[in-house]
């Protein structure tokens, strides 16, 4: 029952409000009964009074036609109060379902990396859409069928006893029975109902990877493969639904049967106390009528234990999702709240372990603020990994990351991250305008601000689009080139004025001669930012204040270009490489050679343009 408990937690603010409605709505339920006991009184008072009256029939039809009005009236009353009541109840999950959406779209605004590699998208969706849905079943249907069935069922017992003691007793016999089937039913059928929409998920989360994932499936030619296993999953869905259902027809007949041996009964027990004068002939039509309203709520108590057998398999999922908290959070206590940093960065004895891997190891450095680092080193050394160590993308398992000296876990989170503008790896752009897209981090800049940030980006594309800075972009930036949203992502980062801004190969996508134009302007951008550029090319990285070469995790040279150069490790290999010579002398003389020979095809910075 934790799960109504947790349900019922959720309704806080109209909780009185759907008690009240419940209550009311047993008004319309127990009016049920008023057909057959009004038909009782019509039979006993009026029909069978006939023979008496010797022709003297106004009193009579005088009472039927009072009796008549009275069962047309309380109809009319009874159709109205359930009509409102099934409208506030309906509005209460209404509610729910607006509240708890609203309520987890802001928890997963929070939720961190490790969170969403551990649920998949089409999975989280199932829980806003379908399980929520399902939340609201239970408030508008569920606790109302139960009410409901308890209601009819004691009304009528409470009137069948009222009668004729034996008689009820005889028909109330199958209702333990009744219970324990279902009782065992809903332990039967659980099961079922989880795999039900664990293959819900599963092919809910196929299909949502399968939309975002049409490009490649398309270069590959792989539609027919990926028909196929959408295929597998919505079998996997059809089968685990069918059998779900099929628990309940087991227990069908069982529960069908006992409902069904009520009006034989009646018939016999009733027929044989109507013969004995023990009850009226009213009564006995009563009790065959009233049949009706003690076996619905049996048959439908079934029906609605297999509703709620689905409703917990959901309702476990919408708790799993509020109870989900991240690693990364603010820490209990006061938090440092400023609303500028200095942008000095101090990496003390910094280790991170991912997933049992080590991936930075003892990385100690200081960043002056305005200082230009670029940080070097080959794929998966862990450059990417060490800034998100600065924003809390992921928190050191080892040692501390200090912000101006400050511990960033002492930072308030936001404080923390509006302070730091960066252009992550695989861009992700909205499907906005490019000026909203520009704007995302400080949304109060102005047209003009947001034209000197795409300046400095060099995003000089924006100028030629027909709609301009008013170009609606595709989902994740669909209709530009891998170049253009790099330069996009990089005028979103410097957009927030940050005071520390990293770049992760925002630039790699961009020609050489647009790199370093952009590399320049963010030399000479005011403001005094610190800056830490992610680069494979040496070009993009040999202006820059210190150059570190990270390596395994750990910082393996650290220095100037010329610094670097002479030390003759990493930094040195890859100039070499890029620059296509052997040594030092040779490049040297190469560079002499190019400067004799064609000045246009450099440019300016002893850099070789090729292409
Ligand atoms: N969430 C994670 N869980 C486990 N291991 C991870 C995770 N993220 C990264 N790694 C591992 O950590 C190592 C460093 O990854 P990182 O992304 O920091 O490399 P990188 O230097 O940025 O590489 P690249 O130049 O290719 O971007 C890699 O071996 C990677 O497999
Ligand atoms: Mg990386």
Redesign the pocket.
């Known amino acids: 029952m934790k799960q109504i408990k947790w349900l019922w937690s959720q309704m806080k603010g109209y909780r009185t409000q759907y008690v009240f409605l419940l209550i009311l709505l047993m008004i319309p339920v127990i009016m049920q009964l008023q057909n057959p006991i009004i038909s009782q009184m019509i039979v006993d008072q009026v029909i069978l009074k006939i023979p008496e009256q010797k022709g003297n029939m106004e009193e009579l039809i005088d009472k039927l036609i009072r009796l008549l009005a009275l069962m047309i009236s309380l109809m009319v009353v009874r159709t109205f109060v359930w009509r409102f009541g099934i409208i506030g109840v309906e509005r209460c999950g209404q509610k729910f379902l607006y509240d708890f959406k609203r309520q987890m779209f802001h928890k997963l605004q929070n939720l961190d990396?490790g969170f969403y590699?551990r649920n998949e998208t089409g999975d989280l969706m199932t829980r806003l859409t379908s399980d929520a849905e399902m939340g609201k079943h239970g408030i508008v249907a569920l606790l109302r069928g139960f009410m409901e069935c308890f209601t009819l069922y004691m009304a009528t017992a409470i009137y069948m006893f009222s009668k004729n003691v034996i008689l009820t007793l005889g028909l109330m016999v199958f209702t333990p029975i009744i219970f324990v089937v279902t009782y065992k039913f809903s332990k039967t059928a659980r099961p079922y109902y989880m795999r039900l929409r664990e293959k819900l998920s599963k092919m809910n989360s196929n299909a949502q990877e399968n939309i975002e994932a049409n490009r490649v499936i398309k270069a590959f030619a792989r539609e027919d493969y990926e028909e196929k296993k959408f295929k597998e999953r919505n079998e996997d869905f059809r089968e685990a639904n069918i059998t779900a259902s099929f628990v309940w027809l087991r227990f069908y007949p069982a529960i069908e049967g006992f409902s069904q041996a009520l009006p034989i009964v009646v018939l016999v027990v009733g027929g044989i106390f109507l013969m004995n004068g023990k009850i009226s002939a009213g009564t006995f039509l009563a009790f065959n009528s009233l049949c009706w309203t003690l076996a619905a709520p049996m048959r439908n108590m079934g029906m609605l234990v297999n509703d709620t057998q689905r409703f917990m398999a959901s309702i476990d999922k919408l708790m799993e999702l509020d109870a989900a908290e991240p690693t990364v959070k603010n820490r209990e206590g006061e938090l440092v709240v400023k609303e500028k940093l200095e942008g000095k960065i101090e990496f003390r004895d910094v280790s991170v372990k991912?997933?049992h891997?080590d991936?930075l190891e003892h990385v100690n450095f200081t960043i002056q603020p305005g200082e230009t680092i670029a940080l070097m080193?080959?794929?998966?050394?862990?450059?990417?990994?060490?800034i998100?160590c600065i924003n809390r993308f992921i928190d050191v398992t080892g040692g501390a990351v200090l912000i101006d000296d400050i511990d960033v876990r002492d930072y308030d989170i936001d404080v923390l991250r509006k302070n730091i503008g960066i252009a992550n790896?695989d861009v992700f752009l909205f499907s906005d305008t490019i000026n909203r897209n520009i704007a995302f981090g400080n949304t109060m800049l102005r047209s003009n601000k947001i034209e000197r940030v795409a300046k400095l980006a060099r995003a000089d594309f924006v100028w030629r689009m027909q709609n301009g800075f008013d170009t609606m972009i595709g989902e994740r930036g669909t209709g530009l080139s891998g170049g253009q949203k790099q330069r996009l992502a990089l005028a979103r980062a410097i957009a927030i004025n940050p005071s520390v801004l990293i770049l992760?190969?925002t630039t790699s996508a961009v020609d050489m001669n647009t790199e370093s134009e952009i590399r320049d302007n963010l030399l000479g951008m005011s403001g005094n930012a610190t800056k830490i550029i992610?680069a494979?090319r040496y070009f993009s990285a040999m202006k820059a204040d210190r150059i570190f070469i990270?390596d395994h995790?750990s910082i393996a040279e650290m220095g100037s270009h010329k610094e670097l150069l002479r030390q003759g490790g990493y930094y040195q290999e890859i100039y070499l490489l890029q620059r296509g010579v052997s040594s030092l002398e040779e490049d040297e003389e190469d560079r002499r050679n190019l400067s004799d020979t064609s000045e246009e095809s450099n440019n300016g910075m002893g850099v070789r343009v090729h292409g």
């Open positions: 990396r590699k991912l997933e891997t991936v080193g080959p794929t998966g050394s862990g450059k990417t990994t060490m998100n790896q992760d190969d992610i494979q990270l995790g």
